[in-house]
């Protein structure tokens, strides 16, 4: 095996051949043949890539590896590290994409000799995009030679899907592999943030299509919030960790394509922001920032004298109002900052000197609160700043608009990490910000209890200048009002009813069967079912069955992510879901209203032939306590189910429908027992509201 031969765990070869990696460790055991461990730990070996492959083809278990799947491997096995792996893949790519004849020249020789000659043509393309001074250094012979047949084999993918699109891709599953290591901004809120820093008064706000403009991510990360920016005049970045400054500069620059016109303007620095501004003089339209939070090392000693700190001093304990005030120095007069804050910022006493002078002076114009589960830390509500750096020529109206896209007014809008509602959170805070920052307002603007208000300056700048939307909004009318408590009671009696027609009769005892069982996976191979794992990909226009969907019973809520690679996996009637985590006795029968949403993360899916499978018989045998116990795994703290061994009677499909038949009505029980307790807390709650708002009489 050659000394630089690309190395894969055992997960990476469950990957490969679309198994679990109990069939993996089965393998291991029971085929003298398989391949030895190369390195890795006795706990979590690695194998030669190249000896899987061939092993998996002689089993007839693998016909050909994909192509994008062995890139990844090639990538994530690299000697030096997958993060230098993949700088190493975006320079080459960023080549293939600029100058695709000069990589056609020079791949043409042996690896060796591509090592050699590749530094001086990566350091052409690199100079041209970012300039001398950049935070992608050139890779020298040396570095580049162990990764000739990764570079090979991206390019090779970047015929198939385009450069742009291939290291989107790698990026992609870099980033799902090492979720803690990375601090993330989701697509969808980065798609706000870039929309809500659109010109005031702008018809293209909220569609996509924005003007060309000059933007400044000071804490630019994964490069995110730079991405979603369409068409750009000009982009500014910078990031303290070197790796992830340079990740982010290919990612930028494979990413901003110009469309046939003219590529944006690309300067990417590495460095601490707040202790060495590497834009000192830069004046731009917009600033977009998700600043880490709660950092008491960000220079408060030593920066006690900077001119940034126009509107107060931070105490060492608000970091990210030093953040916000950074953002305002480097905005034009009207330029626009919007800035992803966590919501002790707007209420913590040591910061109420300097949100008080923003207030004063018209440099914060909206606080936005978001639904829990928005962006990390997944369990805490974040909030917005849109900040806007104060012109002479037009004083702001003394106003500071207040809204909060989880408000009971807000329709869709669920907290948790894969339960949010991205459309419905968008409309409420683009149509609330659209509202208050039209050109030439006159009339006041139009408050929604519970969901958004313009808020007088003259009310905030009290005692501890609070800037929380929910401790200033009107609450909305009780659940609708009394009137709506009587309807929700009306439904409570009709479901408790339904409830009561569909309690199951009695159990009559019966003699205890040994019935003759075999397993999902061989089903699977029998042809008689499939199986397919969900990634929640698809177009962001449609629906995602999220984990909590099937648990809870709801119907599809989660929003789509855009992987180009992952091919969507569509729900049909008839379908069964079973939950990958958590050990618990759950499987849900796709009907009609749950039919053409996209399957989400931690779910499999099992799709029974009609003609073997009766889907409601596989989905209630399933569910037994027993058979998930014996199907499940624990690894860490996580109980994980795979679904291949769970157990299925053999019987004849007349007597599986009998037995769906049950299952069916036991489920629609369910169903009602639900609906009952969800309607039930409602009118508790309802009541308990109105009893102390005075809207509901104490008789």
Known sequence: MPEDSTEVTAAGIAR??????????????????????????????????????????????????????????????????????????????????????????IAAVSDARLAGVLPAALDHVLTARFGADRAVPTPTTPELLPSVPLLRAAAELAAEAGAGQAFAFLFGRQLDANPRQYTLTPPGLAELMADLSAPAGDTARGNGRRPSRTYLDPAAGTGALLCAVGRPAALHAQEAD?????????????????????????????????????FPQLR????????????????????????RWEYGFPARTESELAWVQHALAHLREGGTAVVLMPPAAASRRSGRRVRADLLRRGALRAVIALPAGAAPPYGIPLHIWILRRPDPAHPPAPELLLVDTAGPETPGTQTGRD????????????????????????????????????????ELLDDDVDLAP?????????????????????????????????????????????????????????GALHLRTGTGTGHLSGRVLTEHDVLAGTAPSGTPTATPDAE?????????????????SVARVVDDATAGAVLGRNLQLLRPDPAALDPWFLAGFLRGTANNRQASSYASTATRLDARRLQVPRLPLSEQRGYGERFSALAAFEDALRTAGRLGGQLVQGMYDGLTDGTVAPK
């Open 16 to 105: 490969l051949a679309g198994v679990g990696r109990a069939a993996v460790s089965n393998w291991r055991r029971r085929h003298a043949d398989f391949p030895k461990p190369v390195g890795g730990t006795e706990a979590s070996p690695s194998f030669a890539l190249p000896e899987v492959e061939q092993w998996l083809r002689d089993q007839g278990k693998l016909a050909e590896v994909p192509l994008r799947e062995r890139v990844w491997q090639q990538l994530a096995g690299h000697p030096d590290g997958a993060v230098t792996a993949l700088i190493h893949a975006g320079c080459a790519l960023l080549l293939v994409r600029d100058r695709p004849t000069t990589w056609l020249e």
């Open 242 to 278: 070197p790796d992830l400054a340079a990740l982010a500069a290919l990612r930028l620059a494979l990413h901003t394509t110009g469309d046939g016109a003219e590529a944006p303007a690309l300067a990417v620095s590495t460095g601490d922001t707040l202790r060495g501004d590497a």
């Open 284 to 307: 731009v339209d917009a600033v977009l920032c998700h600043p880490p939070f709660n950092e008491r090392n960000w220079g408060h000693d030593e920066l006690a004298y900077d001119p």
């Open 419 to 458: 339960r949010l509602d991205w459309p419905a959170v968008r409309t409420a805070a683009l149509d609330a910000w659209s509202a208050f920052d039209m050109p030439g307002r006159h009339l006041p603007v139009e408050e929604h209890p519970g969901t958004s208000r313009a808020v007088p300056v003259i």
């Open 470 to 526: 929910a401790r200033h909004l009107p609450p909305p009318a009780t659940g609708g009002g009394a009137g709506e408590l009587v309807r929700v009671r009306e439904r409570v009696a009709a479901t408790i009813e339904l409830t009561s027609r569909l309690t199951p009769p009695a159990p009559e005892p019966g003699e205890p069967t040994r019935l003759t069982l075999t397993t999902v996976g061989e089903l699977a191979r029998a």
């Open 568 to 584: 969507p996996i569509v729900l049909q009637p008839g379908d069964v879901v079973v939950p990958v985590l958590g050990g618990g």
